[in-house]
T-cell receptor, first 116, second 114 residues
Framework: EPEVTQTPSHQVTQMGQEVILRCVPI?????FYWYRQILGQKVEFLVS????????KSEIFDDQFSVERPDGSNFTLKIRSTKLEDSAMYFC??????????????FGPGTRLTVL | AQSVTQLGSHVSVSEGALVLLRCNYS??????LFWYVQYPNQGLQLLLK??????LVKGINGFEAEFKKSETSFHLTKPSAHMSDAAEYFC????????????FGPGTRLSVLP
């Protein structure tokens, strides 16, 4: 069964460093998403991406964040200068184009980012 | 704007007892509704979803949920809890017009006692 994969599973970085979180969506999916879950808190939407551009983003997704689909398979989230409060689990998701407004999003296992 | 509330951040039940996890939403239009489960140190797994049609939906692992428009609720139930059901459960809504990003509830941690 096709699944979304994410690497690495755990990333430890120093404050101020750049990190890139990688995701491989399901191959025939066209919509891609990033969510964040701070430890003990709810899952929060960050950004959605379609047709090589951001289609929607939340207020969390500030200038420190960027997304890219560098090739036909990967979808990345870059944090330019990490802060302590960026420590969280980051989930990637993908979906087919919405049919009648519905799209089932398939989530990856997450990358745990720890900023020291 | 949509929002989701889950009454009870932590619910404990005995093995074999009824599981009831509450979810209420706020939305200008009836949204699409989802329940996800997160086992320790794992990602999000879809339990069940409601989009259109029958308001009682059945999911995996014996869970089901009923969409009640008048109550703006989508409570999750399971007749008999199993130890393996211990996990974090998230209710989520999606705007049917845009169909894009989800809004998640704060989650309910389910503990199953022997």
């Amino acid at each position: 069964e096709p699944e979304v994969t994410q690497t690495p599973s755990h990333q430890v970085t120093q404050m101020g460093q750049e990190v890139i979180l990688r995701c491989v969506p399901i191959s025939n999916h066209l919509y891609f998403y990033w969510y964040r879950q701070i430890l003990g808190q709810k899952v929060e939407f960050l950004v959605s991406f379609y047709n090589n551009e951001i289609s929607e983003k939340s207020e969390i997704f500030d200038d420190q964040f960027s997304v890219e689909r560098p090739d036909g398979s990967n979808f990345t989230l870059k944090i330019r200068s990490t802060k302590l409060e960026d420590s969280a689990m980051y989930f990637c998701a993908s979906s087919e184009p919405p049919l009648a407004g519905y799209n089932e999003q398939f989530f990856g296992p997450g990358t745990r980012l720890t900023v020291l | 704007a949509q929002s989701v509330t889950q009454l009870g951040s932590h619910v404990s039940v005995s093995e074999g007892a009824l599981v009831l996890l509450r979810c209420n939403y706020s939305s200008s239009v009836p949204p699409y509704l989802f329940w996800y489960v997160q086992y320790p140190n794992q990602g999000l797994q879809l339990l069940l979803k409601y989009t259109t049609g029958a308001t009682l939906v059945k999911g995996i692992n014996g869970f089901e949920a009923e969409f009640k428009k008048s109550e703006t609720s989508f409570h999750l139930t399971k007749p008999s809890a199993h130890m393996s059901d211990a996990a974090e459960y998230f209710c989520a809504v999606s705007d049917p017009e845009s169909g894009q990003n989800f809004v998640f509830g704060p989650g309910t941690r389910l503990s199953v006692l022997p």
